[in-house]
């Protein structure tokens, strides 16, 4: 079973989110913002794929994603941004980052291929979900 970390501001998308994931089988825990995330994977371990906004309050998405991949247990996280933001320089730094990037609205299935992809190319890793 995948553990999938789901960051987002928005608490209708991000439950939204976690509640699809759910349904498709994965392991979900979700935080509102870049504290909580980092809180949680202290707490609880690296996920297998972290999926997350960009435009959040106070710490975005691509600032989050460069600092968890600063740390040796979770520097090849597979990420996968998803986003309202839709500009090229956007997009442009997300796949910088090695992440997949996908707007909203969100569209569950591309969001679970998404993960499978992710996890085709990285091992899960092991962490106390």
Do not use: C, N
């Amino acid at each position: 079973m995948t553990k999938v970390l789901v960051v987002d501001d928005d608490d209708d998308m991000r439950s939204l989110v976690e509640h699809r994931l759910r349904a498709a089988g994965h392991r979900v825990l979700g935080a509102g913002s870049a504290d909580q995330a980092l809180a949680l994977v202290a707490d609880r371990g690296v996920p297998d794929v972290i999926v997350l906004d960009v435009l959040m309050p106070d710490v975005s998405g691509l600032e989050l994603l460069e600092r968890l991949r600063q740390e040796p247990a979770s520097s090849h996280l597979p990420a996968i941004f998803l986003s309202g933001r839709v500009q090229d320089a956007d997009i442009a730094a997300g796949r910088a980052l090695g992440a997949t990037y996908l707007t909203k609205p969100v569209v569950i299935s591309a969001l679970l291929a998404a993960i499978e992809a992710a996890l085709l190319v990285d091992e899960p890793l092991t962490g106390s979900w």
